[in-house]
T-cell receptor, first 110, second 113 residues
């Protein structure tokens, strides 16, 4: 089982601040996905990164895939209360299965 | 709009009962998955299916079985529910096993008493 470690596990910030969360592994992934899950709902895909070094932007969210395709980061600029949620990274490894990290719980305080 | 629908949002069952969790997708996806989500443990794959009547064990299949008689429907069965199966159960579907998005249902919170 390829392990995806997400850090920090929990992060609470004020509205307007910036934040970065991380997803790390010792394994190489053919692609990494980031999902956001709101309370009582299923996860929803935000982005998929495929190429090492790739950077993708989704409004105030910036996703980066590490050069070696073992890690990824999510940066949120000027966080809003609507960004509150559990951010999950998921990677497709050599067994062709999608494995999830435990998530980064982000709380943005108005 | 794509949709994965789980039959119940909340279920309470007694220890020893046989429990069926149903999931239906309307996207004609080949692949369907059952996960359970627990605090501190994240999402763990129970079973997945890549075609009708085909199934493969995930990371934690013990105590569970699945059925996929039709492409759009994937059922998770708890043969004899136990309290350690109290959890959030999430169904998902995807077009292929790799690269493509997994679409999730809203989840079923199962409590076994």
């Amino acid at each position: 089982t390829q392990l995806l470690e997400q850090s920090p596990q929990f992060l609470s910030i004020q509205e307007g601040e910036n934040l970065t969360v991380y997803c790390n592994s010792s394994s190489v992934f053919s692609s990494l996905q980031w999902y956001r899950q709101e309370p009582g709902e299923g996860p929803v895909l935000l982005v998929t990164v495929v190429t090492g070094g790739e950077v993708k932007k989704l409004k105030r969210l910036t996703f980066q895939f590490g050069d070696a395709r073992k890690d990824s980061s999510l940066h949120i600029t000027a966080a809003q209360p609507g960004d509150t949620g559990l951010y999950l990274c998921a990677g497709v490894g050599g067994n062709n299965r999608l494995a999830f990290g435990k998530g980064n719980q982000v709380v943005v305080i108005p | 709009d794509v949709k994965v629908t789980q039959s119940s949002r909340y279920l309470v069952k007694r220890t020893g009962e046989k429990v069926f969790l149903e999931c239906v997708q309307d996207m004609d996806h080949e692949n369907m998955f059952w996960y359970r989500q627990d605090p501190g443990l994240g999402l763990r794959l129970i079973y997945f299916s890549y075609d009708v009547k085909m199934k493969e064990k995930g990371d934690i299949p013990e105590g569970y079985s699945v059925s996929r008689e039709k492409k759009e429907r994937f059922s998770l069965i708890l043969e004899s529910a136990s309290t350690n199966q109290t959890s959030m159960y999430l169904c998902a579907s995807s077009l292929s096993l790799i690269y493509t998005e997994a679409f999730f249902g809203q989840g079923t919170r199962l409590t076994v008493v």
